[in-house]
């Protein structure tokens, strides 16, 4: 199981880093802990991915010498699923950063179980 385990490191490391994210997203009530467990946890998803498209000995496909073969090149999508990954996160990361500016405007806290009170009580004063 150790050599297993050692032979796929990469795998296991995102595996880890996907727990600690959705560990902090689960139990964490400030929204900017919540939002960098949210990251943490694309990490790891980009990790696998891309240690799940590399394989040892080949290389980018790119064709190169004539050689036409598939068995000497990588599979190039998930090296594209990657980068169109990392373009979604940033850009939900950005989107939740400025709703997380927003809220703080408004409630003076980050705290989740706090403006949901506050916002129960401003609805029942309207």
């Known amino acids: 199981m150790l050599q297993n385990l050692l032979a796929n490191y990469e795998e296991a490391v995102a595996i880890i880093l996907f727990g600690i994210g959705f ?4 139990f964490q009530r400030n929204l ?19 240690s799940m498209g590399y394989i040892a000995g080949r290389k980018a496909p790119i064709v190169t010498n004539g ?4 068995s000497a090149y990588i599979n190039p999508v998930p090296a594209g699923l ?9 850009s939900v990361t950005a989107i939740m950063l400025a709703l997380t500016v927003r809220l ?23």
Do not use: C, P, W
Not at 32 to 39: A, P, Q
Not at 105 to 126: F, M
């Open 32 to 50: 900017v802990k919540k939002l960098i467990g949210m990251n943490i946890m694309d990490t790891g998803t980009f990790l696998f991915l891309a």
């Open 104 to 126: 703080y405007k408004r409630y003076h806290t980050l705290n989740l179980d706090d403006i949901y009170v506050l916002s129960k009580h401003q609805a029942e004063d309207r």
């Open 82 to 90: 990657v980068l169109t990954g990392i373009v979604v996160s940033v």
């Open 23 to 26: 560990t902090m997203l689960l």
């Open 67 to 70: 050689v036409m073969e598939t």
